[in-house]
């Protein structure tokens, strides 16, 4: 395998969870000093792995082509994801009144339904 490869392997599947997973916790500390809130966390969660998992789809598909691993990510992205997200919207919707925060993830929430699919054809494109 050329060191390039074994570079972008690190990269892909070791710094960009670890990015992702590093900024999920940093935003919990800074919403957890002004909103106490397990629900809060848990769409956080959900919104970060969402598109923490369309990333890694579309830089695996740049990079390596399509696999069955990808063909995997892909239907959560399309079958479970959306609703997820759509509910995520929806009682960030009912919530934003409480904290600025629910409306930012009920945002990300929504928008994911227009993002997902531009970057899925985006990736059938390439």
Same mark, same amino acid.
């Given at each position: 395998?050329?060191?390039?490869?074994?570079?972008?392997?690190? @990269?892909?599947? !070791?710094? +960009?969870? $670890?990015?992702?997973?590093? *900024?999920? #916790?940093?935003? %919990?500390?800074?919403?957890?000093?002004?909103?106490?809130?397990?629900?809060?966390? @848990?769409?956080? !969660?959900? +919104?970060? $792995?969402?598109?923490?998992? *369309?990333? #890694?789809?579309? %830089?695996?598909?740049?990079?390596?082509?399509?696999?069955?691993?990808?063909?995997?990510?892909?239907?959560?992205?399309?079958?479970?994801?959306?609703?997820?997200?759509?509910?995520?919207?929806?009682?960030?919707?009912?919530?934003?009144?409480?904290?600025?925060?629910?409306?930012?993830?009920?945002?990300?929430?929504?928008?994911?339904?227009?993002?997902?699919?531009?970057?899925?054809?985006?990736?059938?494109?390439?």
């Amino acid at each position: 395998m050329p060191a390039l490869q074994i570079l972008q392997t690190i @990269i892909v599947f !070791l710094l +960009v969870p $670890a990015a992702g997973v590093y *900024l999920y #916790l940093r935003s %919990l500390q800074k919403i957890n000093r002004e909103v106490e809130d397990f629900v809060m966390e @848990i769409h956080l !969660l959900v +919104v970060f $792995a969402n598109y923490g998992v *369309l990333l #890694l789809l579309f %830089l695996t598909t740049v990079l390596w082509g399509w696999s069955g691993m990808s063909s995997l990510g892909a239907f959560y992205l399309i079958l479970v994801a959306p609703i997820m997200m759509l509910y995520i919207a929806y009682k960030g919707e009912k919530l934003k009144s409480e904290s600025g925060y629910y409306m930012v993830v009920a945002k990300a929430g929504g928008y994911y339904i227009v993002i997902a699919p531009l970057i899925l054809v985006l990736m059938s494109v390439l």
